[in-house]
């Protein structure tokens, strides 16, 4: 028996008297044993219908049991075979070279002189020379905007 059918059982010891009811409202006592009967066939019903819910949801709990143990079970296989698996170890591997590639390559171009590349010092001289021929440049504009100036000053002084 389960603890609900002993349950069930302690409450039908705490049925009534008939002689209380009697009294309490003055009835016959075929129609206080009719009333009982009926009583009785109704908690009889209701005891059968509740101990057959119970056992539904006794089986239903045990199923969810057995699915939760089932897919834990499962969740630590793919755990402990996913992170030891072949292809697991690879990809750590090649993440682990990936990051000291970068590293390596990030101390190389951190640790480069570039003042000492042939190349940076041509790009420098050329920067140089490109610049005061910039000026140059400029000088010899200003003098021939200042001569173009003067002789259209003095061609309009002349009339022209």
Same mark, same amino acid.
């Given at each position: 028996m389960t603890k609900? &059918? @002993?349950l069930i059982k302690? #409450?039908?010891?705490k049925s009534t008297s008939l002689e209380t009811i009697f009294r309490k409202y003055k009835m016959t006592v075929g129609d206080v044993q009719n009333i009982q009967e &009926?009583? *009785? /066939?109704? /908690? /009889? *019903? $209701? @005891?059968r219908l509740m101990i !057959?819910?119970?056992?539904?949801? &006794? !089986? *239903?709990? !045990? &199923?969810l049991k057995s699915k939760v143990h089932a897919a834990d079970?499962?969740?630590a296989l793919i755990k402990a075979t996913g992170m030891n698996s072949p292809e697991m170890k $690879?990809?750590?591997e090649e993440i682990n070279s990936l990051k000291n590639k970068i590293a390596d390559l990030t101390e190389v171009a951190q640790s480069k002189d570039y003042f000492r590349d042939p190349d940076y010092k041509y790009l420098i001289e050329e920067n140089q020379r490109l610049e005061q021929e910039r000026n140059e440049l400029l000088v010899v504009n200003q003098r021939l905007n200042q001569e173009t *100036? /003067? #002789?259209?000053a003095d061609a309009r002084k002349a009339g022209l």
């Open positions: 609900y &059918e @002993d302690q #409450r039908k010891k &009926e009583i *009785e /066939k109704v /908690k /009889k *019903e $209701a @005891d !057959n819910k119970i056992k539904k949801y &006794e !089986n *239903e709990i !045990n &199923e079970t499962e969740t $690879a990809a750590k *100036e /003067k #002789r259209l």
